[in-house]
């Protein structure tokens, strides 16, 4: 704004002229207002000031919580991912160390330990289904398969009475069930398994399988005929009759 007495340039919040010292009232309602303004920002910023340190501690323990919350989340991060990086980490080891492990596997396979070559495979994360380890993919399906029935009828037929992973029935059912896997596999791949070049093996793990079935159920070939024929509540109940004694 102009000074009316000498035309001077002047701020609207002067009080005098500077140049000719004359009061100024054309700005004194403004002058009045920005010193009301300021009044009322200092009052807000003294209560806002009141509000935080009040509630620092609050804040302190929301902000400790979230950072507690972002650990936890890290945490479980690293530990869901440190299975991945050593699964892997033990895929390429078993590349590298092909000659090595393979003797050892055809070791297994020449004594007929079957659940031994499914938990060295398992052991070293052998990748089964690529190379080079690709053409015992097959035999590591017939294994895994072997494997759980052989371990689920020791715990049923072996602890007896008292066998108990689960329950008693449901324990019965997953012995009926890991039996019913193994041979329904056989069949359903009998003819991938004549071609494999694994093949001797898994006719010897299916020889021994009905030897198992024979020496723990009692089921010699015509009993494995009627087993397999019957309905699931008929096999579930014998294997009952059997861990019994009945």
């Known amino acids: 704004m102009k000074c009316v007495s000498c035309g001077a340039e002047i701020g609207f919040t002067e009080g005098k002229c500077p140049y000719c010292g004359r009061t100024l009232t054309e700005n004194a309602s403004h002058r009045a207002d920005l010193k009301k303004y300021k009044g009322k920002s200092k009052k807000i910023k003294a209560e806002a000031d009141a509000v935080v340190s009040k509630n620092t501690p609050l804040v302190l323990n929301v902000v400790v919580m979230v950072l507690l919350l972002i650990g936890i989340i890290i945490v479980a991060v690293i530990n869901e991912n440190a299975y991945f990086f050593k699964s892997d980490a033990l895929q390429r080891r078993s590349v590298k160390n092909y000659e090595e492990y393979s003797q050892k596997i055809m070791g297994y396979l020449d004594a007929g330990d079957y659940t031994g070559f499914f938990a060295f495979m398992e052991a070293q994360k052998i990748a ?22 052989v371990s689920s ?12 992973i689960y329950s008693q029935d449901m324990d019965i059912r997953e012995c009926s069930n890991k039996i019913d896997y193994f041979y329904d596999m056989y069949e359903l791949k009998q003819s991938y398994i004549d071609e494999d070049p694994y093949r001797e093996y898994i006719y010897d793990m299916k020889d021994k399988a009905d030897a198992i079935l024979e020496i723990y159920l009692g089921l010699d070939e015509h009993g494995r005929e009627a087993y397999f024929n019957g309905s699931e509540n008929e096999r579930n109940a014998y294997i009952e009759e059997v861990i019994l004694g009945e």
């Open 128 to 149: 089964e289904y690529k190379e080079p380890y690709d053409d015992l993919k097959l035999m590591y399906e017939c294994a895994k398969e072997y494997e759980a029935m």
């Open 153 to 164: 009828i020791q715990n049923v037929c072996l602890n007896g009475p008292e066998a108990k």
